[in-house]
């Protein structure tokens, strides 16, 4: 596709419900990063893969937290348990062979658990 | 709609005046930095970057400048306009270690018609 696609756009789950979010990066594209924005701060790393291979997870804030991506393709990230503090907008981005530029973020999934 | 930056520093400008937005960074192996546009409901949109071996990057309208002695980074944006209002971000990234971004704390830009 043209950029990078993220569903659902908003989430409202209630405390200890487990989440799935998806993301379609742009096609071609080996490097996928997944990132935390809360409300009124910049987004925050979470994790990266380069096709299929999950090359850095130091992000993740928890063992609740959990991301695939399985075909080198489409990703999902999951979250277990969901608690209050899990609110916020996940952001993917990927990037095409060669690192660093065309670097392109999706417009995030808005997660809030009541 | 859903705000990106209730609680962000705001620079408050005219249309037509120039606008400066400051960055400090952290990392002083940091070797690629970029600024970004984020519009409320929307992902970060790329503006300009530069790398570490320049001090100065001049794109349509808007010029990065780098400082890496005491770690600082500026957005120059000519001519202000309103469809420019939104909430810029820096971020650093250290190339070939991952790729991962590290973002600042962001500035709110308000343009006044």
């Known amino acids: 596709g043209a950029g990078v696609s993220q569903s659902p756009r908003y989430k409202v789950a209630k405390r200890g419900q487990d989440v799935a979010l998806r993301c379609d990066p742009i096609?071609?594209?080996?490097?996928l990063f997944w990132y935390q924005q809360a409300l009124g701060q910049g987004p925050e790393f979470l994790t990266y893969?380069?096709?299929?291979?999950?090359?850095?997870k130091s992000g993740l804030p928890s063992d609740r937290f959990f991301a695939e991506r399985p075909e080198g393709s489409v990703s999902t990230l999951k979250i277990q348990r969901t608690q209050q503090e899990d609110s916020a907008v996940y952001l993917c981005?990927?990037?095409?062979?060669?690192?660093?530029?065309?670097?392109?973020f999706g417009s995030g999934t808005r997660l809030t658990v009541v | 709609g859903e705000s990106v930056g209730l609680h962000l520093p705001t620079l408050s400008v005219q249309e037509g005046d120039n606008s400066i937005i400051n960055c400090a960074y952290s990392?002083?192996?940091?070797?690629?930095f970029i600024w970004y546009k984020q519009e409320s409901g929307k992902g970060p949109q790329f503006i300009i970057d530069?790398?570490?071996?320049?001090d100065k990057r001049q794109g349509q309208r808007v010029t990065v400048l780098l400082n890496k002695t005491v770690k600082h980074l500026s957005l120059q944006i000519a001519a202000t306009q309103p469809g420019d209002s939104a909430v810029y971000f820096c971020?650093?990234?250290?190339?070939?270690?991952?790729?991962?971004?590290?973002f600042g704390g962001g500035t709110r830009l308000m343009v006044k018609p």
């Open positions: 981005a990927s990037s095409p062979p060669g690192g660093i530029y065309g670097y392109t």
């Open positions: 893969f380069q096709n299929e291979a999950q090359l850095d």
């Open positions: 971020a650093e990234m250290v190339r070939n270690a991952g790729n991962m971004l590290t």
């Open positions: 530069i790398r570490s071996n320049m």
């Open positions: 096609s071609g594209h080996v490097s």
């Open positions: 990392n002083s192996a940091s070797d690629y």
